[in-house]
């Protein structure tokens, strides 16, 4: 029966969006990718947004329900609530028939099996697709990583232009993006970031289109990995016109996500680098890159289970044990079983101090009294089974900033708890 309902949910807002899209002069940006999207849609969203009237959802509204109501401004009901949304088609009606208050609606579109991605052709043409990167993700359910390039990429059917990264689409999965435009530090890139310096307060450099100059940037950004989502949405804003004191405008506005490389102030002294949201190889890899070049007394590394590997987990979680460096972190703790199956050892065998917890409470707890003044704390994890920003809850010097956490809703709360059989500090 939900099936039932959601194919008619679906067909209805499909054909809403059509209609606001035929009835209204607005540019769409989609942004697809295996890491990246969400920092990326934030990015793109609040630069443009210093210019131009934008529409977008600060949370992850990425699939074939959810990125319709973006557009008309509505929050996610359950299925079976009628009434909400028989108010929401009649809202979205009255919102085409009068005068759209957008330039430009930014979304990102989410997949974790075969053809997710082409059935967002139904409702959306974009103006502008992003490719944040092409790596493994939702292993179980794709068979390899052509697969899921072919998935990813579906998006050049129904897209007007194509923006990729450069440094994180291999050659090998670029035949549809042949006349795409690229970014990256890859020095073939159209937007290329060059003289990137990292200073006390983030990043600087500049950014060269098609070899000549376009503006000289700061941020606060802990990682160079967020210059990624920075330089996207100045290419989107370059595509779209706007001058280079309108793009360096925009690049002020643009924020860390929560559970996204976000900056928390920590007990005794100490920061946290909350990573949170989610965790791959790719990104863990780049975090614990981030976290070398950074200097602190003492450095710990919280590290969950990578979620939705299938048959690839054990590899990837040992690599990533491997990948854990003991001159540079004073401590590994693990959350989850893969990563106290496969990491684990495999930091231990590299020298590491390594401690495992099976719950996110845990181990805030046994940090809660080890952490030294002026420590840098890293935390990346997937989601279930891990929660990893539950420990850093634990962790923080103003309780307060608890908030700035992601998955703090009464609803996540509740799963957490269930999560763990009601296991809490």
Same mark, same amino acid.
């Given at each position: 029966?939900?099936?039932?309902?959601?194919?008619?949910? *679906?067909?209805?807002?499909?054909?809403? $969006?059509?209609?606001?899209?035929?009835?209204?002069?607005?540019?769409? /940006?989609?942004?697809?990718?295996?890491?990246?999207?969400?920092?990326?849609?934030?990015?793109?969203?609040?630069?443009?947004?210093?210019?131009?009237?934008?529409?977008?959802?600060?949370?992850?509204?990425?699939?074939? /329900?959810?990125?319709?109501?973006?557009?008309?401004?509505?929050?996610?009901?359950?299925?079976?609530?009628?009434?909400?949304?028989?108010?929401?088609?009649?809202?979205?009606?009255?919102?085409?028939?009068?005068?759209?208050?957008?330039?430009?609606?930014?979304?990102?579109?989410?997949?974790?099996?075969?053809?997710?991605?082409?059935?967002?052709?139904?409702?959306?043409?974009?103006?502008?697709?992003?490719?944040?990167?092409?790596?493994?993700?939702?292993?179980?359910?794709?068979?390899?990583?052509?697969?899921?390039?072919?998935?990813?990429?579906?998006?050049?059917?129904?897209?007007?232009?194509?923006?990729?990264?450069?440094?994180?689409?291999?050659?090998?999965?670029?035949?549809?993006?042949?006349?795409?435009?690229?970014?990256?530090?890859?020095?073939?890139?159209?937007?290329?970031? *060059?003289?990137?310096?990292?200073?006390?307060?983030? +990043?600087?450099?500049?950014?060269?289109?098609?070899?000549?100059?376009?503006?000289?940037?700061?941020?606060?950004? /802990?990682?160079? *990995? &967020?210059?990624?989502?920075?330089?996207?949405?100045?290419?989107?804003?370059?595509?779209?016109?706007?001058?280079?004191?309108?793009?360096?405008?925009?690049?002020?506005?643009?924020?860390?996500?929560?559970?996204?490389?976000?900056?928390?102030?920590?007990?005794?002294?100490?920061?946290?680098?909350?990573?949170?949201?989610?965790?791959?190889?790719?990104?863990?890899?780049?975090?614990?890159?981030?976290?070398?070049?950074?200097?602190?007394?003492?450095?710990?590394?919280?590290?969950?289970?990578?979620?939705?590997?299938?048959?690839?987990?054990?590899?990837?979680?040992?690599?990533?044990?491997?990948?854990?460096?003991? *001159? &540079?972190?004073?401590?590994?703790?693990?959350?989850?079983?893969?990563? %106290?199956?496969?990491?684990?050892? %495999?930091?231990?065998?590299?020298?590491?101090?390594?401690?495992?917890?099976?719950?996110?409470?845990?181990?805030?707890?046994?940090? &809660?009294?080890?952490?030294?003044?002026?420590?840098?704390?890293?935390?990346?994890?997937?989601?279930?089974?891990?929660?990893?920003?539950?420990?850093?809850?634990?962790?923080?010097?103003?309780?307060?900033?608890?908030? &700035?956490?992601?998955?703090?809703?009464?609803?996540?709360?509740?799963?957490?708890?269930?999560? +763990?059989?009601? $296991?809490?500090?």
């Amino acid at each position: 029966m939900k099936r039932a309902l959601k194919a008619i949910v *679906v067909a209805i807002l499909a054909r809403q $969006v059509r209609h606001l899209r035929s009835k209204h002069h607005f540019k769409i /940006v989609g942004v697809v990718g295996g890491i990246g999207k969400t920092s990326t849609k934030s990015a793109i969203a609040k630069s443009l947004g210093k210019t131009l009237r934008v529409q977008y959802q600060e949370g992850n509204y990425n699939d074939i /329900v959810s990125v319709p109501l973006i557009f008309f401004g509505h929050a996610l009901p359950s299925l079976l609530n009628p009434f909400t949304w028989i108010k929401i088609f009649l809202n979205n009606a009255k919102q085409i028939r009068g005068e759209y208050p957008y330039d430009v609606v930014v979304v990102e579109l989410g997949t974790d099996r075969v053809g997710q991605i082409a059935a967002f052709r139904q409702y959306l043409k974009l103006d502008y697709a992003v490719v944040t990167a092409i790596v493994p993700e939702h292993m179980e359910y794709f068979h390899d990583m052509h697969t899921v390039a072919n998935e990813e990429l579906t998006v050049a059917a129904y897209a007007e232009k194509l923006i990729y990264n450069a440094d994180l689409v291999a050659e090998e999965y670029r035949q549809p993006l042949r006349t795409a435009i690229s970014y990256g530090n890859t020095q073939s890139a159209d937007y290329l970031l *060059v003289n990137v310096e990292h200073t006390a307060k983030g +990043f600087e450099g500049d950014i060269r289109r098609k070899g000549k100059p376009l503006l000289h940037f700061k941020h606060d950004a /802990v990682s160079a *990995v &967020q210059l990624y989502s920075l330089l996207a949405a100045v290419t989107i804003g370059d595509e779209l016109g706007l001058t280079p004191t309108q793009l360096l405008d925009g690049v002020s506005a643009i924020t860390p996500v929560s559970g996204r490389l976000r900056r928390l102030r920590g007990i005794n002294d100490s920061l946290i680098i909350d990573d949170t949201y989610n965790a791959i190889p790719e990104a863990v890899k780049a975090a614990l890159e981030m976290l070398y070049k950074l200097k602190a007394p003492q450095k710990i590394a919280i590290l969950g289970n990578m979620n939705q590997l299938g048959a690839l987990s054990a590899q990837a979680h040992s690599e990533i044990g491997e990948f854990c460096e003991p *001159v &540079q972190l004073s401590l590994v703790v693990t959350i989850g079983p893969d990563a %106290a199956a496969y990491l684990a050892p %495999a930091a231990a065998a590299k020298g590491c101090a390594v401690k495992s917890f099976s719950t996110p409470y845990e181990a805030g707890a046994y940090l &809660q009294h080890r952490i030294e003044k002026g420590a840098i704390v890293l935390a990346k994890g997937s989601q279930d089974r891990v929660f990893a920003e539950e420990a850093v809850k634990l962790l923080l010097a103003d309780p307060k900033d608890a908030s &700035q956490l992601v998955r703090q809703s009464a609803s996540w709360l509740a799963r957490k708890q269930k999560s +763990f059989n009601g $296991v809490h500090i």
